[in-house]
């Protein structure tokens, strides 16, 4: 059989998997990054058991894990810094990562993997029959061209294929402070991850590597002085008088982010795929983007290799896939949803959430599936 082959547009979490997939299942591959170097923004991730399943599989897991602490215990902490509720991740795995550790780490898998990766090359537009045209003006036949170019995706857009775009009424500046010396001693242990409530606003609290802690601060959209670039400390340390010594370690500006949320149509036009935050944003309300951005790109690559017709591979594709990732859009929303309460009514929500076996299959349940190819 002829080698297939395959443009890749966007290295970040979505398009780096799926290139160490295809290349792994013997298409040649190339990838397109307009950046000039390969970096992703947001500072830490949490990454899940079905996340960890998909490293496993493309080759990525012990370099992305490297140095990453288990974040085995979550506590969300009400206005008075009282724990309103306790979870214990047990027999699954989840990590909290730089972020760049494991873009790093898919890089070089497909990489090793025989997959190419071209940088500074920006793509434009994308045809059903998959002819792919570049910022420079050229023109590359596929079998088959991934669109993994984030929310903001012009392949996508230029196919028609939003269903529905909105951004959402909340937002997060992310960044990373330097661990101290006991952070760095506790790391032995792994990590409890810490969600500190205040009003709408909260900070999470997350070790995520041997020296340094990811936080991120989520705030109303409206909340001017809470987005403030770079974080303006004195009002957050009034916000939160309890975190006054952690709040004063920030030095980076950090860098704030809309949450969003998109639906397609449909997850393909003729040999074009569409994977990731193109397909499928989310706000990060269970951290799981990135997860399904990795396991679809995965599953993409299984179902290729089963069916040799690319536009039929992918309509079985999304038919057997796309359940899970809509379950996760759901939950994500639906958790988003007490930023707007008021803090009583909020506190006392949080706390059955936390105590509520539904509630914690549905948050639980894209942790806990197993990956298609895994
Ligand atoms: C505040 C916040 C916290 C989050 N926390 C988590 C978490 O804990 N766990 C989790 O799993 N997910 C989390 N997410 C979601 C996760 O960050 C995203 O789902 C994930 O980054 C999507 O990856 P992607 O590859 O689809 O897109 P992106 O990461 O946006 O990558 C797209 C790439 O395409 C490139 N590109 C764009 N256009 C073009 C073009 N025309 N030509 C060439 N290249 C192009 C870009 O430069 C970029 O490198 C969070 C999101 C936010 C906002």
Redesign the pocket.
């Known amino acids: 059989m002829v080698r297939r082959h395959a443009e890749i547009?966007?290295?970040?979490?979505?398009?780096l998997t799926a290139a160490c997939a295809l290349a792994q299942r013997g298409w040649s591959v190339r990838v397109?990054?307009?950046?000039d170097r390969l970096r992703?923004t947001?500072a830490g991730?949490?990454?899940y058991e079905n996340?960890m399943r998909v490293l496993e599989a493309v080759g990525a897991y012990a370099a992305a894990t490297h140095g990453a602490p288990f974040a085995h215990t979550r506590e969300v902490r009400d206005d008075q810094n009282r724990a309103v509720s306790v979870h214990r991740w047990q027999g699954s795995r989840v990590f909290s990562i730089v972020r760049q550790t494991v873009i790093n780490a898919l890089a070089e898998s497909a990489t090793l993997s025989g997959a190419e990766i071209v940088l500074n090359?920006?793509?434009?537009s994308v045809t059903p029959d998959g002819e792919l045209t570049l910022a420079n003006g050229q023109t590359i036949k596929a079998d088959l061209v991934v669109a993994?170019?984030?929310?903001?995706?012009?392949?996508r857009d230029g196919l028609e294929l939003v269903a529905t775009r909105k951004y959402l009424v909340d937002g997060?500046t992310?960044l990373l402070i330097d661990k101290t010396p006991e952070e760095i001693d506790e790391q032995q242990d792994g990590a409890t991850t810490i969600e500190y409530w205040s009003g709408s606003r909260r900070v999470l609290y997350t070790p995520c590597s041997e020296t340094e802690v990811y936080i991120?601060l989520v705030m109303l959209d409206s909340d001017e002085a809470a987005k403030e670039i770079p974080v303006n400390r004195e009002v957050w340390k009034s916000w939160f008088p309890h975190l006054v010594p952690l709040i004063g370690r920030i030095r980076a500006a950090g860098r704030y982010?809309r949450?969003e949320y998109i639906k397609l149509k449909r997850w393909s036009a003729g040999k074009v795929a569409v994977?990731?935050?193109?397909a499928n944003?989310m706000p990060?309300n269970i951290?799981?983007?990135?997860?399904?951005?990795m396991m679809n790109a995965l599953s993409l690559a299984v179902y290729l290799d089963r069916d040799p017709d690319t536009a039929a591979a992918l309509a079985t594709w999304e038919q057997n896939e796309r359940a899970i990732t809509d379950h996760t859009q759901r939950i994500s929303l639906m958790l988003g949803w007490p930023a707007t309460w008021p803090s009583a009514i909020r506190t006392k929500a949080l706390a059955l959430a936390g105590r509520s076996n539904w509630l914690v299959r549905q948050r639980t349940r894209t942790a806990l599936h197993v990956p298609t190819g895994t």
């Not at 994977?275 to 193109?278: K, M, P, V």
């Not at 951290?287 to 399904?292: D, E, L, S, V």
Request: aromatic share 6%.
């Open positions: 547009v966007g290295a970040g979490f979505a398009g397109h990054e307009r950046a992703t947001g991730i949490y990454i996340g090359s920006e793509a434009v993994a170019d984030g929310a903001n995706s012009k392949l997060c992310r991120a982010d949450f994977i990731g935050d193109a944003a990060p951290g799981q983007g990135g997860g399904c951005a």
